[in-house]
């Protein structure tokens, strides 16, 4: 059986024989708070590499997420990722409005405490998609974008691997913390996105060096920070799968940060700041599988290619560190390998075609790119009326 992130029932109510564990659940409510840092740590990162013309636009896409996807995962999207299943696919209408949840235990922690943590993972995703179409996307169809897209896809994609009753939870795939449902999808989406939306008005004749590197590395750092609280929190307990998790989230992100200053190094000649901070965390649907050496090992993989993460799981995993995942090739289980490829097919199709639809509807009835002036001008001082310097 997959591990124990977000494997909610369909409807939760106070067990009698459950005990609140204040430790557990300062554990989750802590990690919910790491993460939610990951939103002004995103907006740094992307911000200081865009052009200081649409700094405040970058800030703007990734702030404004961080709203209104609350809002939408209370009134229906924690019910359509975690209400009862229909046919595996898609929850109901259970918790709309997180009704029911309020009193309720899942377990040693409160229901309420659960609901904390997804939703602030998801928040900061459609923010992510951004790196995808910057200084070049107006933000009204952004906003469109992102709603829909986070209701289309993440919603039902959470459901299929973590809720109960999704089938590819049912299947067996292993995915500790958003490895195939948060990381596979933004990453195939924000592929779609730069392909419709086109390049950058110059580019590759003009460079477009970050302007400010130093807000950039500032974000990586607390990026870094945040995904202690997204990988280790999805333990949903202050145990020893979590202390498994949050080493092996530093190990690898160390790992990926050295392997992909080595390769720019050979490649270029110089190690770079901005090469350091770009090291991918594909640890995080193994994080709670596979032991601190493994860790090492996805990590220096992930630094030259990203996908590996979810594919190296059914490698590395263990159930004797983790006795809620399964074994993986290397500990004598031959299938993971073929349950993970189908979750990492289906997914990656899946989040292409509604993403790629939902681009092209919202490009022909509202346009999604810029007017050459607005770009020149700036997104920051075209779309919202401000700049992010007064010099």
């Known amino acids: 059986m997959p591990g124990p992130l977000l494997l909610l029932p369909s409807i939760a109510h106070a067990d009698p024989a459950s005990a609140l564990d204040t430790g557990d659940t300062a554990w989750l409510l802590v990690s919910s708070a ?3 840092l990951m939103t002004p740590g995103l907006a740094l990162f992307y911000g200081g590499m865009v052009r200081k013309r649409n700094v405040l636009s970058t800030f703007m896409f990734v702030h404004f997420a961080l709203a209104i996807i609350t809002v939408q995962w209370v009134l229906i999207g924690y019910s ?3 209400g009862r299943s229909h046919a595996g696919l898609i929850g109901g209408f259970d918790f709309v409005g997180l009704r029911g949840l309020v009193g309720a235990l899942h377990g040693t922690v409160p229901h309420l405490s ?3 943590l997804p939703d602030e993972v998801r928040d900061h995703h459609p923010g992510a998609h951004r790196r995808a179409f910057v200084e070049r996307m107006r933000f009204t169809p952004y906003v469109v974008f992102a709603l829909a897209w986070t209701t289309l896809v993440y919603d039902p994609v959470a459901h299929w691997a973590w809720a109960e009753g999704g089938w590819l939870l049912r299947l067996g795939l292993l995915d500790f913390a958003g490895g195939t449902v948060v990381h ?6 924000a592929l779609l996105c730069a392909l419709v939306i086109g390049k950058r008005r110059g580019y590759p004749r003009e460079k477009h060096p970050p302007h400010n590197l130093t807000m950039t590395v500032i974000g990586g750092g607390l990026l870094w920070f945040g995904w202690f609280g997204f990988n280790a929190g999805s333990a ?4 020893a799968v979590a202390a498994l998790a949050f080493v092996t989230t530093h190990v690898s992100a160390a790992s990926a940060a050295l392997a992909w200053v080595i390769v720019e190094w050979w490649h270029r000649g110089k190690p770079t700041m901005l090469g350091f901070v770009s090291g991918l965390v594909a640890i995080t649907p193994a ?3 596979v032991s601190p050496a493994a860790s090492l090992l996805i990590g220096a993989a992930a630094g030259v290619g990203g996908i590996l993460g979810a594919l190296l799981t059914a490698v590395f995993a263990q159930k004797s560190l983790n006795p809620g995942g399964a074994d993986g090739l290397l500990a004598g289980n031959a299938a993971q390998p ?5 979750g990492v097919g289906v997914v990656g199709a899946y989040s292409a075609i509604v993403t790629y639809a939902l681009l092209k509807l919202i490009d022909r009835t509202m346009g999604l790119r810029s ?3 607005d770009e020149l001008e700036g997104l920051g001082s075209s779309q919202h009326g401000e700049s992010g310097y007064v010099m």
């Open 80 to 82: 359509l990722a975690f």
């Open 236 to 239: 949903l307990s202050a145990n």
């Open 371 to 373: 007017a050459k002036d």
């Open 338 to 342: 073929g349950k993970q490829f189908i």
């Open 34 to 36: 790491f993460v939610l």
């Open 287 to 289: 994080a709670g599988y």
């Open 184 to 189: 596979l999808t933004v990453g195939i989406a």
């Open 114 to 116: 659960l609901h904390g």
